[in-house]
Every structure is written in C-alpha cells, then in structure tokens.
C-alpha cells in the first residue's frame, strides 16, 4: 500500500513564494513517478507538473518559468516549488503517485494526497 502525506499552502499575496511537499511511503516501484494536479473552485482539475523515474519533468504551461517540481529520494519526499504566485493560482493542489508516467499525468493515478489549499491574494 502506499500512503501520500502532504504539507505546505497557506494564503499568501500575489508574487510571493510557497513551497509543497509530499511524503510517500509503501510500495516503492508505484510511486517512482509523481506529479502535482490542482484544482480550483468551480474548475476540472489540471496537471500542473510530474516528475518520472529518470527525473525527466513535465509541466503544464501556466507553470512554466514559475514552479519547479522535485524531489528527495532520500527521504521520499515530492517538492513543488510555487514562484512568482497569481490570484488564478488559487486552488487545491494534490499530489499523485503511479507506476506509469503516462497514466500519471492523464489523471489515472493510483495514489493521491490529501490535497492543501493554496489562496493567493491580489
């Protein structure tokens, strides 16, 4: 079984910083691909940005340039590094956690967090 524990968010104001973590446990070939997913109220959850077994990333377009996704694999533990935050960054982030990085990110995942809320204020 695998278990993913989140910590981070907060409410912050527009162009600050915050950073999310995520602690997996259990199994460790179903959680060597992990990504971040969001959603907003009122809103279909998106992709915001994965990480594969090779350490290759991906991220979606509104993340590009202000997040950075990583991870410690000493400490099994997912990072997601959130710059130069906007008020339509406002949302609950989760992380996820698959085998397949292509399941992953089509929002298959086996394993999701808990879910933090991120509010960024104008």
């Known amino acids: 079984q695998v278990q993913l524990v989140q910590a981070g968010g907060g409410s912050v104001q527009a162009g600050r910083s915050l950073r999310l973590s995520c602690v997996a446990s259990g199994d460790s070939t179903s959680i060597r691909c992990m990504a971040w997913f969001r959603q907003a109220p009122g809103k279909v959850r998106e992709g915001v940005a994965a990480?594969?077994?090779?350490?290759?990333?991906i991220y979606a377009d509104s993340a590009k340039g202000r997040f950075t996704i990583s991870q410690d694999n000493a400490v099994n533990t997912l990072y997601l590094q959130l710059n130069s935050l906007k008020p339509e960054d406002t949302a609950m982030y989760y992380c996820a956690a698959d085998p397949s990085i292509q399941r992953l990110w089509s929002e298959e995942a086996r394993y999701w967090g808990q879910g933090t809320q991120v509010t960024v204020s104008s």
């Open positions: 990480i594969g077994s090779d350490g290759s990333t």
